[in-house]
């Protein structure tokens, strides 16, 4: 098994997020051959860390479908993973473009200028090279919108499924071209939630995940 390179372990996670992201990344850009065993010793040597958030790291991405865990073989490079995976994200637009439209409909005006601070924010670190930072900003958003909703088991579902989505898009930051749809995308589900428009929001927040494939699918 060839482990391809990649840039060093950041402190800004935790080593199992982090290595997360980067296994993920490696899937998805077809660096482990359908079938390939994730060998742990392996991802550990290669990383500079200890089996233990390894461990963590691939028990999070089988939760994605990303990987499979088999009795005896551990974790497998499954054949279509792509399909799981556009399931997935059928399934958090839903929830995403739910949480959108409740927003609109139950949101108050200081949670309304938040989640636009936030925006403007976002609009700050669009043209910038801060990946992170802009990550971090959009999660901001997200995390605004489920909690106007106001409904906390929606907010709780939708955002465990976007946690679980997470280490598969962390690619998408670093272009600059996603970065400014995201931008657009969320400026929509803004207006449309300080609009009142409940259907606007959900069909603008649908679109946004709907069409947010990870870069490397």
Not at 26 to 47: I, K, S, T, Y
Not at 78 to 99: F, G, K, S, V
Not at 166 to 178: K, M, N, T, V
Request: with cysteine; net charge neutral; hydrophobic share 45%.
């Amino acid at each position: 098994m060839t482990t391809p390179t990649h840039p060093t372990l950041t402190a800004k996670q935790t080593q199992a997020e982090r290595l997360s992201e980067l296994i993920a990344q490696a899937v998805m850009q077809g660096d482990f051959a359908p079938g390939a065993r994730l060998d742990e010793v392996h991802l550990a040597q290669h990383f500079g860390v200890s089996r233990t958030p390894v461990r963590e790291a691939l028990r999070h991405l089988a939760t994605s479908g990303l990987i499979d865990l088999r009795p005896r073989r551990g974790a497998v490079v499954p054949a279509r993973p792509h399909l799981d995976l556009q399931t997935m994200i059928a399934a958090l637009a839903e929830m995403e473009a739910t949480c959108a439209r409740l927003s609109a409909e139950h949101m108050t005006l200081t949670e309304q200028h938040f989640l636009a601070s936030v925006h403007d924010r976002m609009a700050a670190l669009a043209q910038t090279g801060d990946a992170d930072g802009y990550a971090q900003a959009d999660n901001a958003f997200h995390a605004a919108l489920h909690a106007g909703a106001h409904n906390p088991v929606i907010a709780d579902v939708t955002a465990s499924m976007r946690r679980r989505f997470a280490p598969l898009r962390a690619g998408q930051w670093q272009d600059q071209a996603y970065r400014a749809r995201c931008l657009a995308d969320h400026g929509a589900v803004l207006r449309a939630i300080n609009a009142r428009d409940a259907a606007a929001a959900h069909a603008a927040m649908l679109h946004h995940i709907g069409s947010a494939e990870p870069a490397a699918a």
